[in-house]
């Protein structure tokens, strides 16, 4: 007969990482236009970079 000592609880199955259930939105990697903004908001360099790169592409299309 198993001895009850030997027996891993619930509580000790389910605190293991691999055992947890994903956590909803964790793993998403899409952003809203809002959060873009607010990027280049507090990023006045990354605005003149992503205005350069439409300008390039621009000039490559004529």
Do not use: I
Request: proline share 3%; no cysteine.
């Amino acid at each position: 007969m198993a001895n009850g000592q030997n027996q891993v609880s619930k509580a000790d199955v389910q605190s293991v990482a691999l055992n947890k259930l994903p956590v909803a939105g964790a793993a998403d990697t899409e952003f809203s236009a809002e959060e873009a903004a607010e990027v280049f908001q507090h990023n006045p360099a990354s605005n003149q970079t992503a205005a350069n790169v439409a300008a390039n592409e621009a000039e490559d299309e004529e």
